[in-house]
């Protein structure tokens, strides 16, 4: 069965940068969708970025403009590229492909 394992989860400083990467088992190139979600402590999961077949992406207003989700379906990768990172940006971070597919999750903190 497909799976996907994220990467790049770190504990940065606010204003800071970081990639996240997620891999998947199987191809991409078919897969409408991908996405990354979030979930913050106590909060619900959230997508925070989307990405079609056609590479047009949607972005939650929250990173917007801050945020850049990418895909290399040669190499079956998603990316999602964070600058100027703020605390409230602290979560588990998942990549998913709909309806069912999801990563297990890397933890991104931003703290001093």
């Known amino acids: 069965q497909v799976q996907l394992v994220e990467s790049g989860g770190d504990l940065v400083q606010p204003g800071g940068s970081l990639t996240l990467s997620c891999k998947s088992s199987?191809?991409?190139?078919?897969?409408?969708?991908m996405a990354w979600y979030r979930q913050a402590p106590g909060k619900e999961r959230n997508m925070v970025a989307r990405i079609n077949s056609g590479g047009s992406t949607s972005y939650a207003e929250s990173v917007q403009g801050r945020f850049a989700i990418s895909r290399d379906n040669a190499k079956n990768m998603v990316y999602l590229a964070m600058n100027s990172l703020k605390p409230e940006d602290t979560a588990v971070y998942y990549c998913?492909?709909?309806?069912?597919?999801w990563g297990q999750g890397t933890q991104v903190t931003v703290s001093s």
């Open positions: 199987r191809s991409i190139t078919n897969s409408f969708d």
């Open positions: 998913h492909i709909p309806p069912h597919i």
